[in-house]
């Protein structure tokens, strides 16, 4: 081996796959693990046979032959991990920029310390400890990342600019192998090495920096939207209030003056009028009195709802055990809750189906609800939540980010199933559990 010899194909292979294989491990996956396995030997050796078998072709076709490895790695992470595609396509410029780096890096200590080139054994030492080290390194970061920044998505504009990053970074590192005089070229071939390791190193640094900006603003966004949403519930249950308290007055009120006017008259239309009158009168009689007087403002206020959309809502609720969380949180919960169901059940179209069942009850020392709609066709489930049927998916959806949210801060569990034509959303809580902002 000279000095100046190039990385081996296999090295930068293996790189490739161990970059990917990283992200699968970190991040969720939509595979099982045995199918995930057999992907992930194919990968490697169609990995392999690219670019080992392609070394001896001229340089000329060698930005094809890394287009088409890179196509192979957004494929596998398609294939195998639960994103969307902007987001794989960023995960993809990612992981071929750190191969590209650990590769280098890897190399050019090996070509520089003359005891490492002299022994096959040292070569093969320095291998696994420099790949072993920086891919250890590189899952710590985005289990780190995934913990502190969980809100990863990206837009169109976003992902523009991370592939212009990419592309530069990639083109610079590369370009004084492929035409050797150039403005950006060093002056020997082991100042090509230096200037590839270190933008190949500047480019993974900058890619990850930008993802930690974009989790930033996305969470940023998201908690806006939330509390857009919960103060947008609490407002809609001050609104039933208000209304439903002369509502109220008005009800007993009538009540007596219709008792009044029937003892004083006896013919028949009268009688048939107010009768009438009285039957509208009792469609705004107080439904439940469940123990909480907010959950029971915010269920009379869906019930007008259902009743214009000709949805049956039944309910058994015990409203003492939810006395523990703050009035603004319970119109968070089940206003939403409610919504999302009257929504889905609203589209359903015969009446006789649109059925909605909520309950509230005592589970040993936790608080059980149970919102369940009929659901003809089952909603898409994304990282434990169900996606909004809107065309416009960026700014909806919330209301159930807003539940899990809400329900995070006393220590509870959210979980959407769908059972036999029936969505269901169960919420656990500790009665022991206090209220955190």
């Known amino acids: 081996m ?19 294989m990283i992200v699968c491990l970190s991040l969720k996956r939509k595979i099982n693990n045995q199918r995930f396995a057999i992907y992930a030997v194919a990968f490697f050796l169609i990995q392999s046979v690219l670019l080992v078998f392609t070394d001896s072709l001229p340089n000329s076709v060698w930005l094809l032959i ?7 790695m957004g494929f596998f992470l398609y294939l195998c991990c639960d994103l969307n595609r902007r987001v794989i396509v960023y995960y993809a410029m990612f992981c071929i920029m750190a191969a590209e780096f650990v590769a280098s890096f890897e190399w050019q200590l090996a070509s520089f310390l003359p005891i490492i080139r002299r022994s096959v054994l040292t070569q093969t030492i320095l291998f696994f400890v420099a790949y072993g080290l920086f891919f250890f390194i590189f899952y710590r970061m985005e289990q780190s990342s995934k913990k502190s920044l969980p809100f990863f998505d990206i837009n169109k504009n976003e992902l523009l ?83 439903f308290d002369m509502i109220n007055i008005k009800y007993h009120d009538l009540k007596h003056q219709i008792a009044g006017l029937r003892a004083d008259m006896s013919d028949e239309k009268r009688e048939e009028w107010i009768s009438k009158m009285e039957e509208e009168l009792e469609s705004y009689r107080p439904e439940l009195q469940t123990g909480n007087s907010v959950l029971d403002t915010i269920i009379a206020g869906k ?7 000709h949805i049956k809502l039944t309910c058994v609720a015990d409203g003492t055990l939810l006395n523990f969380i703050h009035v603004a949180d319970l119109c968070n919960i089940f206003g939403n809750a409610l919504d999302n169901a009257i929504e889905a059940v609203s589209l359903v179209r015969e009446e006789e189906k649109r ?11 936790l608080v059980l609800i149970q919102i369940s709609n009929y659901c003809e066709e089952a909603p898409k489930i994304v990282n434990d939540l169900p996606q909004t049927t809107k065309e416009d998916k960026v700014n909806h959806g919330f209301g159930t980010k807003s539940i899990n949210h809400t329900v995070s801060k006393y220590n509870g569990y959210v979980e959407y199933k ?14 022991t559990a206090t209220y955190v902002k």
């Open 2 to 20: 000279t000095l100046y010899d190039n990385i081996p194909r296999i090295y930068t292979a293996i790189a490739e796959w161990l970059s990917c």
């Open 66 to 72: 890394m287009g088409i490895a890179f196509f192979n």
């Open 161 to 243: 600019a991370v592939i212009c990053i990419a592309a530069v970074m990639f083109l610079f590192s590369n370009i004084s192998f492929v035409v050797k005089y150039t403005p950006f070229s060093g002056s020997s071939e082991w100042d090509n090495f230096y200037i590839r390791t270190l933008v190949d190193l500047a480019g993974m640094i900058m890619l990850f920096a930008y993802k930690g900006r974009i989790c930033e603003m996305n969470a940023q966004r998201e908690i806006n939207s939330i509390n857009s949403v919960l103060k947008e519930q609490y407002d809609k249950y001050r609104s039933y209030q208000s209304g």
């Open 303 to 309: 019930m007008m709802e259902c009743r214009r959309n």
């Open 355 to 365: 059925l909605i069942h909520m309950s509230v009850s005592a589970q040993k020392r």
């Open 418 to 431: 769908m059972k036999e034509q029936w969505f269901e959303l169960k919420i656990l809580i500790p009665q």
